[in-house]
């Protein structure tokens, strides 16, 4: 099989390439063309996963369909931006008709289940790796940034975390675990939900956002240094799950959640007053983990009030060994 019949079969011709509203033209020109509504802007984002660093060689490819497209959405959530459409970038070491038919449904069901489109790509001959770009709709001006936060807010996260990096352990088949276990866990992993509704429900109100990739205490840092605030999070409110908690212990889990990275949850900062009218009518549900303050970087701190900033805050590409 060709590199053409190859896109007809397994994405121009899948359930992922159906066309959306806002997709004016999608695959089989030399671009795509997006419409947007007056008073929209459109948000864009792009990752790249690579075999070996974002998952492993050999796994479901029906999965990772799922995984690739999930944590590319997550930005838009952490925008607060509504998804249109996406385009993949795929290298291939080899075809294999089984592996990219099943790659392809993974990859449509979660477009489905995020309502958006595949509008273009490109496939090439090499190592093992995906880069899929984001498009997405905000109302002009609204969008979720990272520099907004300010002293007095509530730092709150979405879910709960460090689930994904737990599930890394039993993904590599360092560690098993029972079936009801590792379930829950290994769908973080492999489909994580991208917060698109709080991220949107969020707008207006809250100061800062993002999506928690590298690490929550690594990816606050960001709020952080983009705002030019201090963020201080209290280790006893970072909340994680029972199912973690058994497979690694309550000490071991909050380390995950507070540095392992892989969530795709939404952290953010909102004014007290702000929050309240969200969370009183049942609006969302989120967990308040800390607070902004005059100052810069971030500090977690136990149930005493003692510093126990870690050293390592989360996943970092190229880091510098000492
Ligand atoms: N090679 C690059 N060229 C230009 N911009 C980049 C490059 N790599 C990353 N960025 C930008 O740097 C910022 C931080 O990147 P990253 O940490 O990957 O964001 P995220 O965690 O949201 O995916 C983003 O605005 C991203 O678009
Ligand atoms: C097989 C495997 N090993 C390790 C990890 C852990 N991991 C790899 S990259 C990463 C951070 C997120 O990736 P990055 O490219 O920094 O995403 P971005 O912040 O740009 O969205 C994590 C936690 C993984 N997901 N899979
Ligand atoms: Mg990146």
């Known amino acids: ?25 999608g695959i089989g020109d030399d671009c795509a063309l997006l419409e947007l509504a007056a008073g929209q802007q459109l ?21 990772l369909g799922q995984r690739v497209l999930a944590v590319a959405v997550s930005d838009l959530a952490a925008m607060g931006a509504e998804a249109i459409g996406f385009t993949l970038a795929l290298t291939l070491p080899e075809v294999d008709a089984q592996w990219l038919k099943d ?14 489109s ?28 990272r520099d907004g936060a300010r002293p007095g807010d509530l730092l709150c996260v979405g879910d709960h975390l460090g689930d994904a990096a737990g599930a890394l352990s039993l993904v590599l088949g360092e560690r098993q675990a029972a079936q009801e276990l590792a379930r829950p866990l290994l769908a973080r992993y492999w489909a994580p939900m991208p917060q698109s509704t709080l991220g949107q429900l969020l707008r207006g109100h809250a100061s ?3 999506d928690i990739s590298d690490g929550l205490l690594a990816d606050c840092g960001h709020i952080a240094k983009a705002s030019g605030v201090a963020l201080e999070v209290n280790q006893q409110q970072v909340p994680v799950s029972t199912e973690l908690q058994a497979l690694l212990g309550r000490d071991a889990a909050l380390q995950a959640a507070l540095t392992g990275g892989d969530d795709y949850v939404l952290a953010f900062t909102i004014a007290p007053e702000a929050l309240q ?19 810069e970087g971030v500090t977690l701190r136990d149930s005493q009030g003692h510093d126990i900033t870690p050293v390592q805050r989360g996943y970092q590409h190229f880091r510098e060994t000492p």
Not at 108 to 113: D, E, K, T
Not at 119 to 140: E, H, K, N, Q, Y
């Open 1 to 25: 099989m060709g590199e053409f019949e190859l896109i007809r079969q397994f994405f121009a011709a899948a359930h992922c390439a159906q066309a959306v509203e806002g997709v004016a033209l």
């Open 43 to 63: 948000a864009v984002s792009t990752d790249t996963l690579v075999a070996g660093v974002h998952f492993p060689a050999v796994c479901d490819p029906s999965l």
């Open 103 to 116: 790659f392809s449904d993974g990859l449509s069901r979660m477009a489905h289940r995020c309502r958006m």
């Open 118 to 145: 595949l509008i273009g790509g490109d496939t090439t001959r090499g190592p093992l790796s995906f880069t899929v770009t984001v498009f997405g709709r905000i109302p002009a001006g609204q969008a979720l940034r």
């Open 208 to 210: 800062a956002a993002l």
């Open 277 to 295: 009218r969200l969370v009183l009518p049942g609006f969302i549900h989120v967990h308040v983990i800390g607070r902004v303050l005059p100052g």
